[in-house]
């Protein structure tokens, strides 16, 4: 079959070119570039498709937005050694475009004080816009409604809903972790997660209950909520085998307890994912291709989360402001710890 054709050599992709590729409205190709909430996840993807195949970039929009400009942004983070804040920060850079788009990056630790520092030297800076990283899903204080220059937040939302954030969706994440699981034929799940103080690991219990309820099934008793730890995972595995030992699938709040779970199961003489299969969250590399089995994990596509607030904040330059919490999809990555029973 003759490919598609691409934009001629002479001039580069336009929103129009993939667009077309893709078979759908350039308005349709904008919101799913964008990482609007509103595009179906494989619409998403074959737009994102298109754009590679005929190397569109999207920081070619924001040339045009930031004529007149100062072509700089601010990068704001709380936790530059987070395991979360780094591929966000990569996804924004990424769409901001090498050399294109100078990008001033702060740490404020944590600290308000310090923030509020930043974002000073930030404007003085003359920065088209900001980009605010969260280090967790809970809600952050806003910088406020004053500031000269558009805000747009990633992670963590604003707690004033006129601003505009962007953060993965957890409720979704858990259903779709456990419908994994239960396409694999497990029927008896458990739910062993972190800090109920983490919004994350309430909205992922929700969308686990959420998820077995409309299969006609209930949790292995309530979700067990503890540190974000090995060390807890093992300990509520074996309290969770004391109590429940026919338990046949583990959902884990992070890959950290996952492996502390596969610990205890293998002492206990059950093996993973024959008998038990067990998914962690996060999808740390580090972590999921060092188990054994390597652990089947939700991916909160943190680096997408990036480059959609990129967009949203090149759009906001350009005079069209959006406001609310948008989400985006997680996936399950598969790997050797979950398998359908034999």
Not at 14 to 37: E, M, P, Y
Not at 106 to 122: F, K, M, N, P, T
Request: proline share 6%; aromatic share 4%.
């Amino acid at each position: 079959m003759p490919k598609a054709a691409g934009p001629s050599r002479s001039h580069p992709a336009t929103l129009s070119d993939v667009a077309r590729l893709a078979g759908v409205s350039i308005a349709t190709a904008s919101k799913a570039l964008n990482g609007r909430s509103q595009v179906r996840a494989e619409t998403r993807e074959r737009v994102i498709e298109a754009a590679e195949r005929l190397s569109f970039r999207p920081n070619q929009l924001a040339r045009g937005l930031l004529v007149g400009k100062s072509g700089t942004v601010g990068l704001l983070t709380s936790d530059l050694e987070g395991r979360f804040s780094i591929p966000i920060l990569m996804g924004a850079e990424d769409a901001f475009g090498a050399g294109e788009v100078a990008v001033f990056l702060c740490d404020a630790r944590g600290d308000a004080i310090r923030e509020q520092h930043h974002v000073r030297a930030l404007l003085g800076r003359r920065v088209d816009g900001l980009i605010v990283v969260g280090s967790r899903t809970d809600p952050r204080p806003s910088l406020g409604r004053e500031l000269p220059v558009p805000v747009v937040y990633a992670y963590a939302p604003s707690d004033d809903p006129a601003d505009l954030s962007i953060v993965p969706d957890s409720v979704d994440a858990g259903r779709i972790a456990v419908e994994h699981l239960l396409a694999c034929g497990r029927t008896r799940i458990a739910h062993i997660t972190g800090d109920p103080g983490y919004l994350a690991a309430q909205e992922r219990a929700r969308g686990v209950k959420s998820a077995l309820a409309d299969a006609g099934l209930a949790l292995v008793g309530e979700p067990r909520f503890g540190a974000w730890s090995e060390g807890w995972g093992r300990a509520a595995t074996a309290l969770l085998l004391d109590q429940y030992p026919q338990v046949d699938g583990v959902l884990c709040g992070n890959d950290q307890i996952a492996r502390g779970v596969m610990d205890v199961l293998r002492e206990r003489g059950q093996r993973v994912p024959e008998d038990v299969s067990v998914m962690g969250f996060d999808d740390w590399q580090v972590l999921t291709a060092g188990s054994r089995p390597p652990l089947t994990s939700v991916d909160m596509n943190l680096e997408q989360v990036g480059r959609a607030a990129a967009h949203a904040l090149f759009t906001a330059i350009g005079g069209v402001r959006r406001s609310g919490i948008e989400t985006l999809p997680c996936r399950v990555v598969i790997r050797g710890s979950t398998a359908p029973l034999s």
